[in-house]
């Protein structure tokens, strides 16, 4: 049975772990949230943590530590050591009395199988990326030895280290000839025998990765090494200049990079072994059409409510038009930190005055703002939230094109969602909590359904509650949300395979109503994102509002408790939440089996 939260109570006078052995974290204690908190209440928190928390721990800072130790990418070294590792760990973790466990070691138990899980899956699918490279990298194995020996405590011997170095540039400049030959007599870009652009950009980009562990090699020896450095230094220096060069070859005239040019949209799908293996790791039991499929209602849905809006403001069901009139409401540059101030203001009262969720007034005390440089715009135009929030406007720099994109992709009224989305009760809060309460968690799950979700369900739910200020507001709020609706729609088939990077640009551009440029850096992100994450901030919206509309529309709990807990708990899929919420049984062999999207759609 629940015990309801005493809010801002200043004393102890409630449970206690001795009168209540059954105390858990769902039963948030009073005085956590305050500025001082009550330090007794914490103290109980503590008490209550899972019993697995320092066996996550020793997880994840292991799984680093190997990876600093074995740090060569696609080397079978480093993918024969993290297989040992995860098996070690799989077998453990099944000899561990589940039964035995708190209701949070349970939890952590399931996160962790499915981790492990998933790392095995990412390194059966690293191995056939690194196949798929192999041919372009003859002198692969080779230079990886290199810092593998030394790693080992072997040492060098400089004279066939040299001998080594030698013959890897001499290849490498032999390809390099070879694609600007064939460049030269051709008209447009080289195609490479068993390797499309993708499988070149990532040669380029190993090769890039190779040049860092040499240079680390070579810091190591040379100077200090007096043998070394008379045989190694000479072909080292040449080593790297033809790695160089043979990297840019694959990048201009096999990807069709150019220097001083927009680059093109070059990304790695995985496929649907890769997608599938976010979906078991998040706990979504949705096959991926189906996913598809909930983008596209979704998608349908917000249309609807722009055509009323458009409506409003007087556009018909133009609502195109009216979302050109809304961006075209943007401040003079230099002006927009000032209007997000301003909005974020807004939006703190207006959730203080709601009661829906704690603040703790440090929380809102220390966040900044700073400005997205001109590069990582190219990435992300738009937003980057957290402690230090990073919006995007236009920098002089910028063509002139670019920058009236950015002023009109950045109006204040398309601010106006992602505020409250970036800061508090968004990403900022998240952080801020995560840090404090069941902090082993977010390295073991960093999961964007959880951490987008919530973003993206806070709009969903200030929508409801009439958050707005006026029409353009509404505007901005919609687009946004069409927007996640869209990225389900478009980065799930990019991943597949199924869309180019220019058709998924075009259906942003003329589905969604993006800018041009805004949509390429869309794209861009999506390229070099996790495979499910724009897919997971609708998706984990979604989510929280079928675990809403089963907790507190019900009655269950009340708001504030919810997204209390919900902090509290710290990152994990929210089926999880759910079963942490009501008590669910769970078992070691415990699977996704929530049909949240059913549930909203009944009736």
Same mark, same amino acid.
Do not use: C
């Given at each position: 049975?629940?015990?309801?939260?005493?809010?801002?109570?200043?004393?102890?006078?409630?449970?206690?772990?001795?009168?209540?052995?059954?105390?858990?974290?769902?039963?948030?204690? @009073?005085?956590?949230?305050?500025?001082?908190?009550?330090?007794?209440?914490?103290?109980?928190?503590?008490?209550?943590?899972?019993?697995?928390?320092v066996a996550v721990t020793r997880y994840v800072?292991?799984?680093?530590?190997?990876?600093?130790?074995?740090?060569?990418?696609?080397?079978?070294?480093?993918?024969?050591?993290?297989?040992?590792?995860?098996?070690?760990?799989?077998?453990?973790?099944?000899?561990?009395?589940?039964?035995?466990?708190?209701?949070?070691?349970?939890?952590?138990?399931?996160?962790?199988?499915?981790?492990?899980?998933?790392?095995?899956?990412?390194?059966?699918?690293?191995?056939?990326?690194?196949?798929?490279?192999?041919?372009?990298?003859?002198?692969?194995?080779?230079?990886?030895?290199?810092?593998?020996?030394?790693?080992?405590?072997?040492?060098?011997?400089?004279?066939?280290?040299?001998?080594?170095?030698?013959?890897?540039?001499?290849?490498?400049?032999?390809?390099?000839?070879?694609?600007?030959?064939?460049?030269?007599?051709?008209?447009?870009?080289?195609?490479?025998?068993?390797?499309?652009?993708?499988?070149?950009?990532?040669?380029?980009?190993?090769?890039?990765?190779?040049? +860092?562990?040499?240079?680390?090699?070579?810091?190591?020896?040379?100077?200090?090494?007096?043998?070394?450095?008379?045989?190694?230094?000479?072909?080292?220096?040449?080593?790297?200049?033809?790695?160089?060069?043979?990297?840019?070859?694959?990048?201009?005239?096999?990807?069709?990079?150019?220097?001083?040019?927009?680059? =093109?949209?070059?990304?790695?799908?995985?496929?649907?072994?890769?997608?599938?293996?976010?979906?078991?790791?998040?706990?979504?039991?949705?096959?991926?059409?189906?996913?598809?499929?909930?983008?596209?209602?979704?998608? &349908?849905?917000?249309?609807?409510?722009? &055509?009323?809006?458009?409506?409003?403001?007087?556009?018909?069901?133009?609502?195109?038009?009216?979302?050109?009139?809304?961006?075209?409401?943007?401040?003079?540059?230099?002006?927009?930190?000032?209007?997000?101030?301003?909005?974020?203001?807004?939006?703190?009262?207006?959730?203080?005055?709601?009661?829906?969720?704690?603040?703790?007034?440090?929380?809102?005390?220390?966040?900044?703002?700073?400005?997205?440089?001109?590069?990582?715009?190219?990435?992300?135009?738009?937003?980057?939230?957290g402690e230090v929030t990073r919006l995007s406007?236009?920098?002089?720099?910028?063509?002139?094109?670019?920058?009236?994109?950015?002023?009109?992709?950045?109006?204040?009224?398309?601010?106006?969602?992602?505020?409250?989305?970036?800061?508090?009760?968004?990403?900022?809060?998240?952080?801020?909590?995560?840090?404090?309460?069941?902090?082993?968690?977010?390295? +073991?799950?960093?999961?964007?359904?959880?951490?987008?979700?919530?973003?993206?369900?806070?709009?969903?739910?200030?929508?409801?509650?009439?958050?707005?200020?006026?029409?353009?507001?509404?505007?901005?709020?919609?687009?946004?949300?069409?927007?996640?609706?869209?990225?389900?729609?478009?980065?799930?088939?990019?991943?597949?395979?199924?869309?180019? @990077?220019?058709?998924?640009?075009?259906?942003?551009?003329?589905?969604?109503?993006?800018?041009?440029?805004?949509?390429?850096?869309?794209?861009?992100?999506?390229?070099?994102?996790? @495979?499910?994450?724009?897919?997971?901030?609708?998706?984990?919206?979604?989510?929280?509002?079928?675990?809403?509309?089963?907790?507190?529309?019900?009655?269950?709990?009340?708001?504030?408790?919810?997204?209390?807990?919900?902090?509290?708990?710290? @990152?994990? =899929?929210?089926? +999880?939440?759910?079963?942490?919420?009501?008590?669910? =049984?769970?078992?070691?062999?415990?699977?996704?089996?929530?049909?949240?999207?059913?549930?909203?759609? &009944?009736?």
């Open positions: 049975m629940r015990i309801a939260i005493t809010r801002w109570a200043a004393s102890l006078a409630v449970l206690t772990v001795a009168s209540s052995p059954a105390l858990s974290q769902q039963d948030a204690l @009073p005085g956590w949230s305050q500025d001082p908190p009550v330090i007794g209440s914490l103290v109980e928190f503590a008490q209550t943590e899972s019993d697995l928390r800072q292991d799984l680093a530590a190997l990876g600093r130790r074995y740090p060569v990418q696609y080397s079978p070294q480093r993918h024969e050591r993290m297989t040992a590792f995860h098996e070690a760990w799989r077998q453990s973790l099944a000899e561990t009395d589940f039964d035995s466990l708190n209701q949070e070691g349970r939890i952590d138990y399931i996160m962790l199988r499915n981790r492990i899980d998933y790392e095995m899956e990412m390194l059966a699918i690293g191995e056939t990326r690194a196949a798929q490279i192999t041919p372009l990298l003859p002198f692969e194995a080779d230079l990886r030895a290199f810092q593998e020996a030394r790693y080992d405590r072997g040492r060098v011997e400089p004279r066939p280290a040299a001998g080594t170095m030698d013959d890897a540039a001499r290849q490498a400049r032999e390809l390099t000839r070879d694609i600007e030959t064939r460049a030269a007599a051709g008209n447009g870009l080289v195609e490479l025998e068993n390797a499309s652009p993708v499988v070149a950009m990532r040669a380029a980009e190993q090769i890039e990765h190779l040049r +860092l562990v040499m240079d680390d090699f070579n810091t190591f020896y040379d100077g200090y090494d007096p043998d070394y450095s008379w045989w190694a230094r000479e072909p080292y220096a040449a080593l790297d200049a033809a790695l160089a060069d043979y990297a840019e070859a694959l990048r201009r005239h096999v990807v069709g990079i150019v220097p001083g040019e927009q680059p =093109p949209i070059v990304g790695d799908p995985v496929l649907e072994a890769g997608i599938l293996a976010d979906l078991t790791q998040e706990m979504i039991p949705y096959s991926i059409d189906e996913l598809i499929g909930i983008g596209e209602r979704e998608f &349908e849905w917000i249309v609807g409510e722009l &055509e009323r809006v458009s409506n409003e403001m007087g556009f018909g069901d133009d609502w195109k038009a009216a979302l050109e009139y809304t961006k075209e409401l943007a401040p003079p540059p230099g002006e927009v930190p000032w209007a997000i101030f301003d909005i974020a203001d807004y939006s703190e009262e207006f959730v203080e005055q709601d009661g829906s969720i704690s603040m703790p007034p440090l929380s809102r005390e220390v966040w900044r703002l700073a400005m997205q440089t001109p590069e990582r715009q190219l990435i992300n135009p738009f937003f980057s939230g406007y236009p920098v002089d720099s910028m063509s002139h094109e670019h920058k009236l994109m950015s002023m009109r992709g950045n109006t204040p009224h398309f601010n106006f969602a992602t505020v409250h989305h970036e800061l508090i009760p968004g990403h900022h809060l998240q952080r801020f909590m995560n840090d404090r309460f069941n902090p082993h968690r977010s390295p +073991l799950l960093n999961t964007p359904v959880w951490r987008e979700g919530w973003a993206l369900y806070w709009e969903m739910i200030l929508w409801d509650k009439d958050f707005t200020r006026n029409d353009p507001d509404k505007m901005g709020m919609l687009f946004w949300r069409l927007h996640r609706a869209a990225r389900i729609i478009f980065s799930l088939n990019y991943q597949l395979g199924n869309w180019t @990077p220019e058709q998924a640009v075009d259906f942003l551009v003329e589905e969604v109503g993006h800018e041009r440029a805004n949509a390429e850096a869309e794209v861009r992100r999506t390229a070099i994102d996790a @495979p499910f994450y724009q897919a997971a901030y609708m998706i984990g919206g979604l989510q929280f509002l079928s675990l809403r509309r089963e907790l507190v529309d019900n009655g269950s709990m009340s708001e504030q408790d919810f997204h209390d807990q919900v902090m509290l708990l710290g @990152p994990m =899929p929210v089926e +999880l939440i759910r079963a942490r919420l009501t008590d669910a =049984p769970l078992t070691a062999d415990y699977d996704t089996r929530w049909r949240f999207y059913d549930a909203l759609t &009944e009736g």
